[in-house]
């Protein structure tokens, strides 16, 4: 990573330079972070994205890093258990890659990754809200059951999520809360 930063520093808008640019993304994908067994996605989508910057009059080349940039981050989401944001930063990316390269080849996948990734944050909101069931948070866990119906309200978990937030209003009415 460090060799290819040299040469987008000395020449960054040469000819060999946006290659260099991806490598560096590519280098820090799969580099190991300090200490942490996982690779360095966030330096990663960080280099894809400054490719994308630099040299959007590049089509071929910032279509390239963007959907990199989508890529590392859906890899990074599949390492993160709880938090959903690494997700919807994936989410975020492909649909500005879709918007900005409709006529892209890799736009079917592209798709067919975000309804995955709308399905795992689905999982995850559907996890947390149970985990608030569990702690006798009837509020919290109903909101987290509506989330799960806002990411993918055809998933396996929204049929459980409309009962338990039914089951949870009876609940919350029954008590008072």
Do not use: H
Not at 39 to 57: C, K, S, T, W
Not at 86 to 91: D, E, R, S, V
Request: charged share 25%; proline share 6%; aromatic share 10%.
């Amino acid at each position: 990573a460090g060799m290819y930063a040299d040469i987008v520093k000395t020449g960054p808008y040469s000819d060999v330079a946006p290659e260099a640019q991806l490598k560096i993304g590519t280098a820090r994908e799969r580099q190991k972070a300090l200490w942490f067994k996982s690779p360095d996605y966030p330096a990663a989508v960080q280099a894809y994205e400054l490719a994308a910057d630099r040299y959007y009059d590049q089509p071929k080349v910032a279509s390239e890093a963007m959907f990199r940039a989508g890529l590392a981050c859906e890899k990074q989401s599949l390492t993160a258990d709880r938090d959903q944001t690494t997700a919807g930063q994936a989410i975020a990316k492909f649909t500005d890659f879709m918007a900005l390269y409709p006529d892209d080849p890799r736009v079917p996948q592209a798709q067919k990754t975000i309804a995955s990734l709308k399905s795992e944050q689905a999982r995850g909101n559907f996890n947390v809200a149970r985990f608030y069931e569990k702690q006798k948070r009837w509020n919290s866990a109903r909101i987290y059951y509506n989330e799960v119906l806002l990411q993918d309200p055809n998933s396996p978990y929204a049929t459980e999520a409309r009962q338990r937030i039914d089951q949870l209003k009876q609940r919350i009415q029954g008590t008072g809360k």
